[in-house]
């Protein structure tokens, strides 16, 4: 086990609709990170926060936005959903973000299904 | 060409065998390399941990990086069933706040 809660583990939608995932970081971590697994594309890296603020950003669609609140827990909202937004979407947390020296801890991910 | 490629296997091996995993990769700036190991319907958690080149040893696994060739490796002495995975290799460059570049993952499956 981690320390990295993520809800909800499964969740099924249609397309057009909105999602929001949640992530609890470990104990101390001020770093969040979101990461999608797909099968065609592997793990690509999302967005991260840092202590509430964005920090870096990857291949993120406009449909997608994140946000990281003052007890540090973050979202990741998925609107507009599309067939092809169906993938594991797993969360990471690391002590300060800074630099690729940190280990990142990684939830067991949600499961998403857009039918 | 994607920035890290990694074989997809599937690789599968009885068990002590030696199991040789690799990635290839193109972007010279990568100083950071990591091994994540993926067990079914669970999330990757962190194997090797190697900066720049060369080679670290923990327990039954070795991490080789080879900088010139842009190609590292993860071998597995004695493998165990255990170690039935998708192995992920991941790289950063030296830049505060970066996140990772994954590989697809090899599925390793060592049969007792």
């Known amino acids: 086990d981690s320390g990295v809660t993520q809800t909800p583990k499964h969740l099924i939608t249609a397309t057009g609709q909105r999602v929001t995932l949640r992530c609890s970081p470990r104990?101390?971590?001020?770093?969040v990170y979101w990461y999608q697994q797909s099968l065609d594309q592997g793990l690509q890296f999302l967005i991260q926060?840092?202590?509430?603020?964005?920090?870096a950003k990857g291949n993120i669609l406009e449909r997608f936005s994140a946000q990281q609140f003052p007890d540090l827990h973050s979202e990741l909202n998925l609107s507009s959903l599309e067939l092809g937004d169906s993938a594991l979407y797993f969360c990471?947390?690391?002590?300060?973000?800074?630099?690729?020296?940190?280990?990142?801890?990684f939830g067991p991910g949600t499961r998403l299904l857009v039918l | 060409q994607k920035e890290v490629e990694q074989d997809p296997g599937p690789l599968s091996v009885p068990e002590g065998a030696i199991v040789s995993l690799n990635c290839t990769y193109s972007?010279?700036?990568?100083?950071?390399f990591m091994w994540y190991r993926q067990y079914s319907r669970k999330g990757p958690e962190l194997l090797m941990y190697?900066?720049?080149?060369g080679n670290k040893e923990d327990g039954r696994f070795t991490a080789q990086v080879d900088k010139s060739s842009k190609y590292i490796s993860l071998f597995i002495r004695d493998s165990q069933p255990s170690d039935s995975a998708t192995y992920l290799c991941?790289?950063?460059?030296?830049?505060?706040?970066?996140?990772?570049?994954f590989g697809k993952g090899t599925t390793l499956s060592v049969s007792s």
């Open positions: 990471a947390s690391s002590v300060s973000g800074f630099g690729a020296r940190e280990t990142q801890y």
């Open positions: 104990s101390g971590d001020l770093s």
């Open positions: 926060y840092y202590n509430g603020e964005e920090r």
């Open positions: 972007n010279s700036a990568f100083q950071y």
């Open positions: 190697t900066y720049s080149s």
């Open positions: 991941a790289m950063s460059v030296n830049q505060a706040g970066t996140a990772l570049i």
